[in-house]
């Protein structure tokens, strides 16, 4: 059967969702010779970078899932995945899935005591892990058994395997978490056919896109955007190569060159870390297509990346290769369960300043005021609200917060936004980093960031960190006086000690200038982001009120 004709058949199928793609594709007649998926690492005795085929992963899943199933593990149980390699979460994720059990996937970066809490909140059955997780695990009260080494199952008979769950659409497949804006990361619950949405309307229904026929992720595994990655390409019958490191933009670089992707997925951290490279001395002609998710992403750095790569024509003569590539945008978040907008752009394009362009077909956004639940006219800021098939179930084991983010039906994404006349959407800020300036006026710190970096040729990246001096919690409230520091991340041969306060003032705008304390070169460890490259301004607001005293004239 053609992947034509094997992704009509599974748009077809009422049962297919997330937590069954790997056996509906073999009913559905796909070749198990077929793409599977490609690893960075070694796994279960095979090297890393050999493609496994449809019939290999379905092999290395089973096995799994006959050794877990042996253990014990049985439908609805929580096993949370605290581990290293995309090879250890995907595999495993699957033959949970194949016993009706929930993985919890975590992300490898948290550290071990918030891991320790993260999963005594789960009340699950238990972890697996790898050795460098338990380590740091070690000493805590998880309240659950650490089941075994997370590679472990791959010893067991895959012919040992029960039959596979038979999900209802409602049935959790997923526990994924998002950074948040403390510490402890929120347990966000997915269901099989929440998960699926997007990938059934949007990815089976119309013609397989122009680039993800070889598509490279350096998405987070454990993230709900790895598994739709995962989820997309299988049903596609894309080849997939899924690293299992997100902080080494080089070794990305190195991994295109060898891997010739059409098609790179990332986070917008992803993309401000290739900006300290100059792309046009490696060979990324291969890819058609970048394509964005969790946060929306800046000019600055879009521009260089769609000036590279090639894509495919029609011309009278036939089909023609030519320079340039394009850049999918699409701004999501753990608890929307996909990207609820989409915008590309190209070299040719000029639809900027953090617009997210307009909602897909399946979601259905309003712009409200969360004080009385109204949407806010054409050019006012509201708060983004969702209701989309697409949306998280909810918090596991958290009903306050399941709620406590709903209004009038929708899901406030904690997004700042507004709209033009003609439909297109854009992105200010996340409403618990925007600053109330009194007046009228604003602070918006992820606008205020775009602007700069459009006046600052030579700041590879930045964050604006405002806090109110006097209340240890950087509140956004009316209260105290606003303070702003402005962290730049610059070129390699930028000039550090060239003062940038005017084109910073003049991005910031007349009344946040007026806030302006000082503008600091920093190193990358000084701007914390989260799992999604979403910066954690609660945590730098925290840092900044901690070791920094409040100055007089230093911003110039």
Same mark, same amino acid.
């Given at each position: ?117 993260? &999963?005594? %909140?789960? /009340?699950?059955? *238990? #972890?697996?892990?790898? !050795?460098?997780?338990?380590?740091? @695990? $070690?000493?805590? =009260? +998880? ?112 991994? &295109?060159? %060898?891997? /010739?992707?059409? *098609? #790179?997925?990332?986070? !917008?951290?992803?993309?401000?870390? @290739? $900006?300290?490279? =100059? +792309? ?112 998280? &179930? ?20 904690? =997004? +700042? ?140």
């Amino acid at each position: 059967m053609t992947a034509k004709n094997i992704r009509a058949a599974l748009a077809a199928d009422p049962d297919l969702g997330a937590g069954n793609v790997l056996p509906k594709l073999l009913e559905h007649g796909a070749d198990p010779d077929g793409p599977g998926m490609t690893f960075d690492v070694a796994v279960d005795g095979l090297p890393a970078w050999e493609p496994l085929t449809l019939g290999t992963l379905y092999d290395r899943v089973a096995a799994r899932a006959a050794w877990l199933h042996r253990y014990g593990i049985r439908p609805r149980d929580p096993v949370a995945v605290y581990a290293t390699t995309a090879a250890d979460c995907f595999l495993t994720f699957m033959a949970l899935n194949c016993l009706g059990a929930i993985p919890a996937l975590m992300n490898p970066n948290i550290a071990g005591e918030v891991a320790a809490g993260y &999963i005594r %909140r789960l /009340r699950g059955v *238990g #972890v697996l892990t790898d !050795a460098a997780h338990a380590d740091r @695990l $070690a000493g805590h =009260d +998880l309240g659950v058994p650490v089941i075994a080494d997370v590679a472990e199952p791959g010893s067991g008979d895959p012919s040992q395997a029960p039959p596979y769950y038979r999900h209802h659409a409602e049935d959790p497949i997923a526990i994924t978490h998002s950074s948040g804006t403390t510490r402890m990361p929120a347990a966000v619950v997915h269901s099989h056919s929440s998960l699926f949405a997007a990938t059934r309307r949007i990815r089976l229904s119309v013609p397989r896109a122009q680039g993800t026929e070889r598509v490279l992720s350096a998405l987070p595994a454990p993230h709900t955007a790895g598994i739709l990655t995962v989820n997309q390409a299988l049903c596609n019958r894309a080849e997939l190569l899924f690293l299992s490191r997100q902080d080494d933009a080089a070794g990305l670089l190195d991994a &295109i060159e %060898r891997w /010739r992707p059409t *098609g #790179v997925f990332g986070f !917008a951290v992803t993309w401000a870390e @290739l $900006a300290r490279y =100059d +792309l046009s001395k490696r060979d990324l002609s291969s890819v058609a297509i970048w394509f964005n998710t969790g946060d929306c992403a800046h000019e600055a750095h879009i521009r260089p990346l769609v000036e590279v790569g090639s894509h495919d024509i029609a011309t009278r003569t036939g089909i023609m290769r030519v320079p340039g590539s394009t850049f999918v945008d699409g701004i999501g978040s753990t608890e929307m369960g996909h990207s609820a907008f989409h915008i590309s752009h190209r070299t040719d394009t000029d639809r900027y300043g953090r617009c997210v362009g307009k909602p897909h077909v399946f979601a259905d956004v309003a712009l409200l005021d969360v004080e009385t639940g109204e949407e806010v006219p054409v050019g006012q800021v509201g708060h983004c609200g969702l209701k989309s098939p697409t949306l998280a &179930i909810g918090y596991w084991n958290d009903s306050v917060n399941t709620f406590r983010n709903r209004l009038r039906g929708y899901y406030l994404t904690g =997004d +700042l936004m507004y709209r033009d006349a003609d439909g297109y959407y854009y992105h200010l800020d996340r409403a618990v980093d925007s600053v109330d300036l009194g007046g009228g006026n604003w602070l918006y710190t992820a606008m205020s960031e775009e602007r700069i970096l459009s006046r600052c040729p030579d700041v590879r990246d930045c964050a604006v960190v405002s806090v109110r001096h006097g209340d240890s919690a950087g509140s956004a409230g009316t209260a105290g006086t606003v303070v702003t520091d402005v962290l730049l991340m610059l070129d390699e041969d930028a000039d550090p000690d060239a003062d940038r306060t005017a084109a910073i003032r003049e991005a910031l705008g007349d009344a946040a200038a007026a806030t302006l304390r000082r503008v600091v070169p920093v190193s990358g460890d000084d701007i914390v982001v989260g799992p999604t490259g979403k910066q954690r301004k609660f945590l730098m607001r925290q840092r900044h009120l901690a070791t920094m005293r409040p100055t007089g004239g230093e911003a110039g």
